[in-house]
Structure formats: structure tokens, C-alpha cells
């Protein structure tokens, strides 16, 4: 064996490419007790950046429930999560970040984003049946925000729709505070039989790595630590990924194809962060094996590669399988089908060791143990100062609105209320043939064919609300996510997050970290909603400064049959609407105080226990049928969902008579968690108040449905012109206009 | 309307190394087809502008500026403005 | 009645295609690879949505090369019919069995929304069982469906009643809004001078089923079954 | 391999006539972007090819045949083989 040992220690400028400090080199030197050589060094800074080794998120993720009777597989054991949905079928499902390279190349980095979590999902031996998108832009009266937007979305949607995934669900929130470093977590949710799922392990010795799909380039090196950076356009090196759904389908189905045609393949594992790398690492990590490496083997698409640059190559669309001894030609055999090329590229051994050799020359020998527990770091969890300011909310110094209607029109149409179709319409969410209720609702719902069942997905996540209070913020994305699905009917069963940050070497971004996530924590177990799977992505800045905290939480529900199932559209003249919840509206962080009065100040509320109760209501009342239309009341207030009931049914509402107490604005759009607004035919009135008193759920009947009008309290305006506002008001943002009006 | 016309063959290409995964279909589409002593397929865009400018030069300083502005994306590709020559003015297009 | 579904690298509504005509139109379906050459044994060939090589260089370009191609050019000879949805319809065009090519949509973006259809020609297997002029609601799902055609050859279409279906209005008028892609004259689906191969961009598998959202596109295949059994 | 290898420069465009959704858009943005003085734009499609052939006449002839059958749609496009020179032959690409 011929390490070249490196006596002198590596230059300031290296460990920063490698994205470790002085003590983490000195550390994994001790370790393996004699210098790592320059390949070892950028294998062990991929494997310890927080992208892949999460080392300041990994002790607090432990806080987040992650059992409960229908966890199959849970976090950190697999590419994805499992839950059990019955009949002998699991939900596979993870969400996954790629802020930092859609910062740099929107269309190509949100388009690999979506590959990396698609692959995730069919790693595991899933069909995909659904994609979702959690989106943050900058303003789009700027127009590198624009860009950004328009680029990202597009990515997406390439991505999404040539696959024949349908993008069923997400969310779009507008804020200054992602200027520059835009948000793109991409959810994917995979369907599968029990005993089909397939795992990532390369277990037994002499068994077969096969590397399948795209050749290597020198593309994304270093993604993984440039994730893990301040600043990521100074610091990035690598080419660009450019992404490839054709072959990524290919992929898709020929990885099927054999699972379901063979047993030659034992494990199977997606090619992401830090590429073959950590995904040798990660397998071997699984098994408790060694891997040894013969990167000759290793299809390149760049001539005069080196075994740095191949081993940290985040070139797309690529998988490596462990095929059982002797057999790898039955696997290659349906990849020739497909077209695609495979290669053998080493084995599985049983000395715990990555050796990685070229033409015979060791390249890189380390313990696999040591790449896949990173050191950790924890501090003291300090509550911000900022915190103290934008707290208190002096609503006396705010005028009412003088004319209700216009303030209402205006809210309609700011980019984070007005409807998300110009967005969703570019994304193929019907392909699959599976899509009860498409993105518009308030959570998607997927039927199951075969079974009488449907599934509820919702990615949700609030940063405005986080920034004001990390718990409560976390807290709400769970139940908020939760409270969506519940409205179609279906039950929350579990849930997958992204946690996006600023940097926690930041005291007040690690407070917001550390909070955020005790506030998910709080609200899981309250709504009995084990996390199966998640990412985390830190150091998101924009000019120096952390964006809001955002969790993003997706969130799966089952609703048993999918006839059941509510829409939140007013469906018939003459239906009652009533509020459900004890929530009391508050202006208090919410978008009519930021639009309005361009103020992000207050402090939001959660009862969990009024939360858990409302939703179980909204459940009850449409499994019995009960219910015309059911809608989550959130950004925007209780004037906002109205109209968006209104608009789904193209029917109006007569609220003229709003119950208030205490301001006007704080009941038209004041928001607050745990309110669902609901209509009902007047016969099923008794009823529904009987099923509200039996859980204590306050409920509160405020108008009717019907008319071509909005009448809602003072506010006073033709359905058709509202519609037109909130149709338009993204429409036109998206494409550099001012909003009507 | 003061000044000439004229029309700008702008050429945007990958960079090297950059991943061009419609070349590599193609490429393999030709290969299906018989054309097996292809080695190399990259596809790239051509884009024909056609401006009013004073002068040859002011027309090519504003393609270039058309093409760092937006047509191209340095990160993954590169330009060059491969011809400029006046046009004459024929029937006016509509705005 | 026998069908195939052809499946090429990167159809991706040929799982949902196959669960229609078998489960709701109740035909003995079966998948044909592009690489088969053999179609013999079916009445209706169907060329179902999807992005048969990533769409990359032209929609539909390469798949229309594709060896399969060869039997369904038979099998259109032989006067049977030929379906193709979306990508289907776009490798049609590609492979000459239909005249006219693809653009991009007008808005230069990919668009996934209900659309509402005129059937301008009962006189085809697809639309046999349809009224004249009947309107139905049906999905689009594709960046690629602006239609065009030489003056000379959309005359022809006009003079031998080959429009099959217009974009329209959902009251059943013509409207610059109710054409979601810029297609020339409105144009929907078309079929070729025997009448057999229709192509249309609209998806009628996904509107087959009241759950998903509507069931006009059960008049496709209800006309299918219709014309084989006459 | 036997024979050299050649590069060639194949530029693809939309008929004269053919609306050119992309440009029109393409015009737009520019015109948004304060350049005003765009009158048309129209993209076309720049494919570069390598390929083994015996001689520049040969590699001219299989160059088109490829435009004939697979890379362009003659009923809204044409094409040119702008360039077509040979090539180095250095490190041999993967196949
Ligand atoms: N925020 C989180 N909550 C729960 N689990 C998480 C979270 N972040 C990461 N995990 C889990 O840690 C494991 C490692 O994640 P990751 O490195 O993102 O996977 P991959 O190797 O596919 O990139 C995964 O199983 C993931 O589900
Ligand atoms: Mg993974």
C-alpha cells in the first residue's frame, strides 16, 4: 500500500475547500493516527459537512418524536421513511433541500433537486406517485427575484413532468429575507408493497457494487461542502449540474424492473451529495461492510479525471446497486434493456474499510466508521435580542383600514395570497391518473388504485412566524400541515421536514434551530405524528444576514375511503358557513400587518390542545358526511379563506353580520392557528353543532353561501372582481407587473 | 426611427464539462440509427437579433449586453456575437 | 377488442392509458416496446403522453424512428386505427402519419389544465359514438402543442373534414382564451386522408373516471368500441 | 478507427414564416429590460458533431444525411453545415 503521507498540514485555503477546521483535521488525523492524503481529505470534509453529517443538527434532531405503530422505516435509516397505510401497502416519502445551487443556476438546480429526491424515493424499491415543492423566493419586483422564481419553477416542472410525476402539492411564500438565497425543498412520495421495500445496505462480502446511469463529470464537486459555507458563489468551484429526467426515468424503471424481476440485488443506493463517496460510505455504513473501490472502472464523461475528482463527482442521474456475487450480469442485463450503461466498480469486503484504488494504486484507505459519525457540536441555545423587539405589537398605533373592500382586494392580490395556479399550471400534477384533489386545495389527495383509499399530502412551513417565535413556528408547521390534510378528511399519520437555517455558529440562528425544532417536537406528539424522514440545510444568508428560520414540513394523512373526501370549494346556495376553533384572530405576525403596514412584528399563538381537538372535529364531520366544504384558515384571516372557498365553488357568501369584538382588521384578516372555516347544508346544522359540543370545539355560524358577491362583514365586492385580483395578482408579479388595482 | 438596422447572429454554447444531456441522446439516437462513427454530439442555441442602432459598434456593445443581461448564463454557458451587418430596412415589424 | 400501448423510453402515460382501456373501457389491452416489430394481433394501436426521448432536439422526433414504427405504419395501412395522445400526437406528426409539426406553446411554458373541446368530425373510429359539435371537457398536459400547418394543408384538412377537435369555450364558441397554445386555427386533433390515425393533444385518459374530475373522455373510447363492433 | 475525424457545424432554424414562440418572448423580456430597440429575434438551433470519416466530401455526406433523418423537421426547418473541419484526434472519447 502506497499512501503518500502529507507532513505538512494542509494551508488554511485547503481545509477551507474541504470545508473543515484546523481541530476537525487535527481530530481525523488522530483517528486514523498519521495525515489523511488529499483525497482522504476531501472524502472525510464531504462526509463531515453538515449536509451529509449533519454535525450541528444531528443532536437536536433526536428531539423529534419518531415512533408510532405505522413506522416502518424511520429517519436516518434509509434514503426515505416508510409508514404503513394498510392493505399491505407503505407511503415512502423524504423532502429534501437545493437552495445553494438554484441560488446559482435556478432552472438546473431546483430541476437536480427534484432528481435527487426522486431517486431517494425509488432507491428504496417505490414507484413515485407524487412530487410537492416548498418554495421562497425574494421580491418579484426585483428582478434578479424574478429570475430566480421563474427559472426555479421551471426547473421544477421540466423535472416533475417528464418523469410522469405529478407535482400535486407545495407552497410559494414571498419575503425579503430570501432575496439572494432562494428556498427550494422538493418532496417526494413513493407507494409500495410491504415486502418490496428494498434497503441501501451493501451487506456480505464479495458481493458487487455496480455503478449504473450517467457517466462522471466533474460536476457539483464540493455541492456537499458548499451547502456547508457562507457564501456560496464565492466558494463554488464545481461545474454546474445540468439534470437529465430522460435518463433518470430510465433509471427509474429499469431499477423496477429488476427489483421486480430478480432478487440479484440486494441493496440500492442513489448517488447524491458528495456522489460515490458518501454513497459507498453510507452503504457500507448500513451493512457494517468495507467497500473496495476500482475507480478505473468508473465511466467518465471528462478525460484526465482524478481519483479526487471521480469520488467527489456530483454528476447526476447515477446509482450504485449490490448485486449478490456472480450475478451483477442479470442486473446489467436489464440496464442494457433501458439503455443505459452499467459498470461493475468493486465490492463489498468485510474490513470496515473505503479503499479506494486506481489502476491498482491505493487512493484512499479509511475507516468507514469514522466518515459516518462526524463530530457533533452542540451550544448554549440563547435567546436572541431581536427577539425583545419585534415581540411587542402596539396595535393602537395602527389605524383601521378606511375601506375594507380595497384593503381586502390588495391583500388578495400580494404574491403570498393570490392563487398559486400560474405556478402549478406548469406543473403536469394528473399524470399517474391518481389526483382527487390537485394543488388548490388545501392538501392533495391521491387515490390508491386497487384499494378504496386515498392519501392527503401538505408541505407547510411559515418563516415569518418562525422568525417572530422558533417555537411556535415549528409548532405551526406541524399542525398547520396537519390541519390541511385533516380538511380533506384524511388522518395525519407522519411526517418528513427540511429544516432551513442560517448558519449555527450563529447564536441567534442555532436558538432559532434548537426552538424550532422543540416546537415541532411538541406539536408531533401532541397530533401523534412521527417524523419517518427530513434535511437539514444550514447557512442559508442572504447579504450577510440569516434568511427567517423555516422548517418545511410535509405532512401524510390517510383517509380510508376516498369518497369521503371534502373539497374546500362552497358547493351549494343556501349552505351554512361557520368557524371552527377556539382560535382568536391576531394581527400579530400576519400578511395583512406586512402588507399593510409593512410590519413583521408580534407574537403568534398555539394551543396544541385546541388544535388537535378542531382537527379531530373536521374529521368526524366529514366522515359523516356532514360537511359541504372544509377550508384551513390561515395567511390572510378569515376574509381570505372565504373568498378562496368562494372562488373554488364560484359561488359568493353573505356574511354581513361578522361577529366582531375589538378591531375590524384583527377579525377580517387577523390569523391565528386551529380555525377551520366549514359550510353545511341547514339541515345538517344540529348535527354539526351537536358533533362541535361533544368535542368542545367551539364553533361559530357566520353566514351563508351564495350570490355572485363577497359580503363579508363591510367588505363588499363582486365574486367576479375579487377573483380577477387573486387570479392575477401572482400572474403578474411572476411576470415583473405591478398587481391590478 | 433614427440610425440603421441591424441583425446579430448570436451564438450560445455549453461550457466544457458542462453535462449536455440532449448531445448525449441525440448522439445515441444517431447511433440507433446507424450512424455509429459519431463520436460527439453538443447542441447549443443560435439567436438571431435584429436592432436599430447608430453605428456597427453601438449595435454590437448592446448584443453584448443583451447577452450578459439575459440571453446567457455564464455559470454554465459562453457567447460570442459571430456576425453583424447592417440590414436594410424593409417593411417595419410590428412592436 | 385488442389494443397495444406502445411504450418507449420516457412514455409516462402508458401505465395510465393501459388502466383506462382496460378497466373502464373493458378492452384487452396489452403494452407493445418500441423496439417490437410485431402488432399483428391488435385492433387499435394507442401512442400515449409522455416524453419519449426527453423530448430533447424536437417532441417526438426520435421515437418516431423507432423500430415499433414500421408495424404501426402497417397496421394504418391495413385501415385500423391509430390513437395518439399528446406525445403520441407529436410522434404521429414526426413520423409522417399525420401532416403539420409542433411548436412551442405560445406562452413558451408547459400548461396542465382542463380545456374544453369541440368534436368537429363524427366521421373517425375516435369520435363515431360523439355528437357533431359535441363539447367536451378534457386535460391538457404538454409545452409542445401549438400546432402548425402550411396554408395548402390546412385547406386540405378543412376541405376533407379532418379537424376532429377544436379548442373552444365551455358554451362551444371559439375564443383566443379558450386556445391554451396558440394552435393554429384552434385545432385540437386531427386525423389523416383514410380517416384511421387521429392525433390529439388533449388527454382523454385522465377524464375517464368521475373521481378524477370528469368522464367526457369516455366518448373517445366508447367510439372505439363502437366502430369495432360495426 | 480507421480515418480521421471531423468536427461539423450544423445550424438548424425555423422557416421564414413559422412563428418562433421562444423569440417572441425572448423580444419581450429584452424589451422589459429597457432594450427598446430590438425589432425581432428568432432562435434557431446549433448542433456541433464529431464524427470518424474518411474524408471531408464523406463526412460532409453523412453530416447531411443525419439532417435528413433525424436532426431536422423539414416542414418547419432548415439547415445548413456551416463548417466542417478535421479534427486532432486526441483522447478517445467514451463510447
Ligand atoms: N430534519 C430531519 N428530521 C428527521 N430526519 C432527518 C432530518 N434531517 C435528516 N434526517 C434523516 O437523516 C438521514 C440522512 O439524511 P440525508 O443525508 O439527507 O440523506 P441522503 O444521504 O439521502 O442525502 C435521512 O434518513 C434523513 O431522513
Ligand atoms: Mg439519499
Known amino acids: 500500500m502506497t499512501l503518500t503521507p502529507t507532513h505538512e498540514p494542509p494551508s488554511d485555503e485547503v481545509l477551507r475547500e474541504v470545508a473543515l477546521t484546523r481541530d476537525e483535521y487535527h481530530f481525523a488525523a488522530d483517528l486514523l493516527d498519521r495525515p489523511p492524503n488529499p483525497v482522504e481529505l476531501g472524502i472525510i470534509g464531504g462526509m463531515w459537512s453538515e449536509h451529509c453529517g449533519y454535525k450541528h443538527s444531528r443532536p437536536l434532531l433526536g428531539r423529534l418524536p419518531s415512533e408510532g405503530p405505522h413506522v416502518l422505516i424511520g429517519p436516518g435509516e434509509e434514503n426515505a421513511g416508510a409508514v404503513d397505510i394498510g392493505h399491505g401497502l407503505a407511503i415512502v416519502m423524504k423532502v429534501e433541500s437545493h437552495n445553494h445551487p438554484s441560488a446559482v443556476e435556478p432552472f438546473q438546480g431546483a430541476a437536480t433537486g427534484v432528481g435527487g429526491i426522486l ?15 416548498s418554495l421562497r423566493f425574494g421580491p418579484l419586483d426585483d428582478r434578479r427575484g424574478r429570475y430566480l422564481a421563474n427559472g426555479i419553477v421551471g426547473g421544477i416542472g421540466w423535472y416533475g413532468n417528464c418523469m410522469g410525476v405529478p407535482t400535486v402539492g407545495g407552497e410559494v411564500q414571498v419575503s425579503a429575507s430570501y432575496r439572494g438565497n432562494p428556498l427550494v425543498n422538493a418532496m417526494c412520495v413513493g407507494l409500495i408493497q410491504h415486502e418490496q421495500l428494498t434497503s441501501a445496505a451493501a451487506s456480505g462480502a464479495g458481493n458487487e457494487l455496480i455503478l449504473v446511469g450517467a457517466d462522471t463529470g466533474r460536476d457539483g464537486i464540493h455541492g456537499a461542502t458548499f451547502a456547508s459555507v457562507d457564501d456560496p458563489e464565492a466558494s463554488h468551484r464545481g461545474v454546474v449540474q445540468v439534470g437529465n429526467p430522460f435518463m433518470e426515468k430510465l433509471l427509474l424503471e429499469a431499477c423496477l424492473e429488476v427489483l421486480q424481476t430478480t432478487d440479484a440485488i440486494l441493496g440500492l443506493q442513489d448517488l447524491g451529495a458528495t456522489g460515490l463517496t458518501s454513497s459507498s460510505v453510507e452503504s457500507a455504513g448500513r451493512g457494517g461492510t468495507g467497500v473496495v473501490l476500482n475507480l478505473e472502472h468508473v465511466a467518465r464523461r471528462a478525460a484526465g479525471m482524478t481519483p479526487y475528482e471521480v469520488m467527489l463527482s456530483e454528476s447526476q442521474e447515477r446509482m450504485l446497486v449490490v448485486a449478490a456475487r456472480g450475478r451483477a450480469h442479470e442486473v446489467q442485463r436489464v440496464f442494457d434493456k433501458w439503455g443505459l450503461h452499467s459498470d461493475v466498480i468493486g465490492e463489498v469486503t468485510e474490513t470496515g474499510l473505503l479503499d479506494v484504488r486506481d489502476n491498482g494504486q491505493s487512493a484512499a484507505t479509511l475507516p468507514i466508521t469514522m466518515l459516518t459519525d462526524a463530530p457533533t457540536y452542540t451550544y448554549p441555545v440563547e435567546r436572541p435580542a431581536y427577539l425583545d423587539e419585534v415581540g411587542p405589537l402596539d396595535l393602537d398605533a395602527l389605524p383601521e383600514p378606511d375601506d375594507p373592500t380595497s384593503a381586502f382586494l390588495q391583500l388578495l392580490a400580494s404574491p403570498n395570497i393570490a392563487s398559486r395556479r400560474p405556478i402549478y399550471r406548469q406543473y403536469d400534477h394528473m399524470v399517474g391518473a391518481n389526483t382527487v384533489i390537485a394543488p388548490g386545495g388545501d392538501a392533495a389527495l391521491l387515490r390508491i388504485k386497487g384499494t378504496p383509499m386515498a392519501v392527503a399530502l401538505s408541505t407547510d412551513g411559515n418563516g415569518r412566524t418562525t422568525y417572530l417565535d422558533p417555537f411556535v413556528g415549528g409548532a405551526a408547521a406541524i399542525a398547520e400541515s396537519a390541519r ?57 444568508e442572504s447579504g450577510g444576514e440569516a434568511i427567517w428560520p423555516t422548517p418545511v414540513v410535509g405532512m401524510l394523512g390517510v383517509l380510508d375511503e376516498a369518497e369521503w373526501r371534502c373539497g374546500m370549494g362552497f358547493a351549494n346556495d343556501g349552505d351554512e358557513i361557520a368557524v371552527l376553533g377556539a382560535g382568536r384572530p391576531r394581527l400579530d405576525g400576519s400578511e395583512f400587518l406586512s402588507i399593510a403596514h409593512d410590519l413583521v412584528a408580534g407574537q403568534p399563538e398555539i394551543d396544541l390542545v385546541d388544535e388537535i381537538a378542531v382537527q379531530r372535529l373536521v374529521r368526524e364531520l366529514i366522515a359523516g358526511r356532514l360537511l359541504s366544504s372544509a377550508h384551513d384558515c390561515s395567511d390572510g384571516g378569515l376574509a381570505v379563506a372565504l373568498a378562496e372557498s368562494a372562488f373554488a365553488g364560484g359561488l359568493g357568501v353573505q356574511a354581513s353580520d361578522l361577529p366582531t369584538s375589538g378591531r375590524l382588521d384583527e377579525s377580517l384578516f387577523g390569523e391565528s392557528q386551529s380555525r377551520i372555516v366549514v359550510s353545511y347544508p341547514p339541515l345538517a346544522a344540529a348535527a354539526v353543532a351537536a358533533a362541535a359540543a361533544t368535542l368542545s370545539v367551539p364553533i361559530t355560524p357566520i353566514g351563508l353561501v351564495g350570490g355572485a358577491r363577497l359580503r363579508i362583514g363591510p367588505i363588499d365586492v363582486p365574486l367576479a372582481r375579487a377573483e380577477q385580483a387573486w387570479s392575477q395578482g401572482l400572474e403578474l408579479a411572476l411576470a415583473g407587473h405591478a398587481p391590478p388595482g | 426611427m433614427t440610425g440603421q438596422h441591424f441583425r446579430a447572429r448570436v451564438t450560445v454554447q455549453l461550457n466544457a464539462g458542462v453535462n449536455d444531456p440532449q448531445g448525449l441522446t441525440v448522439r445515441g439516437s444517431l447511433h440507433d440509427l446507424g450512424f455509429a462513427e459519431v463520436r460527439e454530439v453538443r447542441i447549443g442555441k443560435l439567436i438571431n437579433i435584429e436592432l436599430a442602432a447608430a453605428s456597427e459598434a453601438a449595435a454590437a456593445e448592446r448584443a453584448e449586453a443583451m447577452c450578459r443581461q439575459l440571453l446567457v448564463n455564464p455559470v454554465i454557458e459562453s457567447f460570442a456575437i459571430e456576425a453583424l451587418e447592417p440590414v436594410a430596412d424593409e417593411v417595419a415589424q410590428p412592436a | 377488442m385488442n389494443a397495444a400501448v406502445v411504450v418507449f423510453p420516457g412514455s409516462n402515460c402508458d401505465a395510465d392509458t393501459l388502466h383506462v382501456l382496460s378497466n373502464v373501457a373493458g378492452m384487452h389491452a396489452r403494452y407493445a416496446w418500441h423496439a417490437d416489430t410485431a402488432l399483428d394481433d391488435v385492433d387499435l394501436v394507442v401512442l400515449p403522453g409522455g416524453f419519449s426521448h426527453g423530448d430533447y432536439l424536437r417532441t417526438g422526433a426520435m421515437a418516431a424512428r423507432a423500430p415499433v414504427m414500421t408495424a404501426v ?81 390546412l385547406a386540405q384538412l378543412h376541405d376533407q373534414d379532418r379537424v376532429v377537435f377544436r379548442y373552444v369555450s365551455p358554451d362551444g364558441k371559439r375564443s383566443a382564451v379558450a386556445n391554451p397554445n396558440g394552435a393554429i386555427d384552434d385545432i385540437a386533433g386531427i386525423c389523416n386522408a383514410g380517416r384511421n390515425v387521429v392525433g390529439m393533444m388533449p388527454h382523454p385518459e385522465r377524464a375517464s373516471e368521475a373521481a378524477l374530475g370528469g368522464e367526457d373522455g369516455r366518448a373517445i373510447w366508447d367510439s372505439l368500441l363502437a366502430a369495432a363492433g360495426a
Open chain 1, 119 to 133: 431517486r431517494d424515493i425509488f432507491t428504496m424499491g417505490a414507484r413515485p406517485i407524487a412530487l410537492l415543492d
Open chain 1, 484 to 540: 390541511n390534510v385533516s380538511c380533506t378528511g384524511a388522518r395525519p399519520l407522519a411526517f418528513t421536514n427540511c429544516l432551513n437555517f442560517g448558519s449555527p455558529e450563529q447564536s441567534a440562528a442555532y436558538y432559532q434551530l434548537s426552538r424550532a425544532i422543540d416546537g415541532m417536537a411538541a406539536a408531533a406528539r401532541t397530533l401523534e405524528t412521527p417524523v419517518i424522514s427530513g434535511n437539514v440545510s444550514l447557512y442559508n
Open chain 3, 73 to 153: 405504419r402497417d397496421h394504418a395501412a391495413r385501415g385500423r386505427p391509430v390513437l395518439g395522445i399528446c406525445n403520441g400526437f407529436q410522434i404521429l406528426l414526426e413520423a409522417g402519419l399525420l401532416p403539420g409539426a409542433m411548436l412551442l406553446n405560445d406562452s413558451t411554458q408547459f400548461r396542465c389544465e382542463w380545456t374544453h373541446l369541440r368534436v368537429e368530425s363524427t366521421q373517425t373510429p375516435c369520435t363515431s359514438a360523439a355528437g357533431n359539435g359535441q363539447v367536451l371537457r378534457l386535460p391538457i398536459a404538454h409545452a409542445e402543442g401549438n400546432f402548425v400547418i402550411d396554408p395548402d394543408g
